[in-house]
């Protein structure tokens, strides 16, 4: 069975980046045909895809995101790792780490960490 968990800080103060690390178990992040993506959930809205890193080490970002964010991982530790720099009380949410197929579907996801950006 695949895992994935999120971990990182609750809580951020504005201006600072937000550092989140997702620690996959049972499958290496480096498998062909997997691609690890990182996603959002803001209150009262919907899924916000971020971004993600193909098993081979390209990354693609959301274009609303790209200039603030980055993606990079830890193979050593089967681990792939959000950064997020100059967050706002907008970029609070429940953020997700999840692995995608070839046909774009998520199949394992993590159980999101709370994420509130406040002073």
């Known amino acids: 069975q695949v895992q994935l968990q999120e971990s990182g800080p609750g809580l951020v103060k504005p201006s600072e980046t937000l550092f989140l690390t997702c620690t996959v178990s049972?499958?290496?992040?480096?498998?062909?045909?997997?691609?690890w993506v990182w996603i959002r959930q803001s209150p009262g809205k919907g899924l916000e895809w971020i971004g993600y890193?193909?098993?081979?080490?390209?990354?693609v970002y959301s274009p609303s995101l790209k200039s603030r964010i980055a993606i990079s991982r830890d193979t050593s530790k089967n681990q792939f790792t959000l950064q997020l720099t100059s967050v706002t009380p907008e970029d609070t949410a429940v953020y997700y780490c999840?692995?995608?197929?070839?046909?774009?579907?998520?199949?394992?996801w993590g159980q999101g960490t709370q994420v509130t950006v406040s002073s």
């Open positions: 999840a692995r995608q197929l070839s046909d774009w579907s998520l199949d394992y």
């Open positions: 049972n499958v290496s992040i480096t498998t062909s045909g997997y691609v």
């Open positions: 890193q193909a098993s081979f080490g390209v990354t």
